[in-house]
């Protein structure tokens, strides 16, 4: 057995304190050790985004990323954005513009959405499709994404 790291991530506000392997992943420590299922594992190489979470309020592939190297961050996942009955902005836009199918991809559309609503002026359609570029989705064909997170810029610039 491999010796274990004590490691103190703040998830979603509330600190978290365990020993890890050093290898763990971050993706497994949220969802085996935390019990926080909304972050998706796909295609466990980075490529496909289902499960970006915000580190220190950049996106990172959670299947990249050590649980190690998160000692000591800020880390926020879809479940910071709220819940079945009180739904965030962002969340509320995904659903009013039928931005989800199958819903394997919309936890790491969101985060990365998220972040890119909190950094960026995202002017033109194009804008926020540069910015989704790194996810795939299988199922919705991207505009009606596209059309969700202009509405939450929309919002959030009181447009």
């Known amino acids: 057995m491999m010796d274990r790291i004590s490691i103190s991530v703040t998830v979603n506000g509330t600190v978290h304190t365990a020993e890890v392997e050093p290898r763990l992943l971050l993706a497994d420590f949220v969802r085996e050790t935390l ?11 980075g490529v496909c ?5 915000l580190m220190n309020g950049d996106s990172v592939r959670s299947c990249l990323t050590l649980a190690v190297q998160a000692d000591g961050a800020e880390v926020e996942t879809v479940e910071s954005l709220g819940d079945a009955e009180n739904l965030g902005p962002l969340q509320k836009a995904f659903r009013d513009h039928h931005a989800l199918q199958c819903g394997f ?3 790491g559309m969101l ?9 960026y002026s995202l002017e033109t359609d194009d804008d926020i499709r540069d910015g989704l570029s790194g996810n795939i989705c299988r199922c919705t064909g ?3 994404i596209v059309d969700a997170v202009r509405a939450a810029r929309d919002e959030r610039d009181g447009r």
């Open 49 to 53: 985004g289902a499960c970006t979470i």
């Open 35 to 45: 019990d926080l299922t909304g972050t998706h594992v796909g295609c466990e190489h």
């Open 142 to 144: 991207y505009q009606h």
């Open 105 to 107: 991809c919309t936890p």
């Open 111 to 119: 985060m990365t959405a998220t972040d890119m609503l909190r950094k």
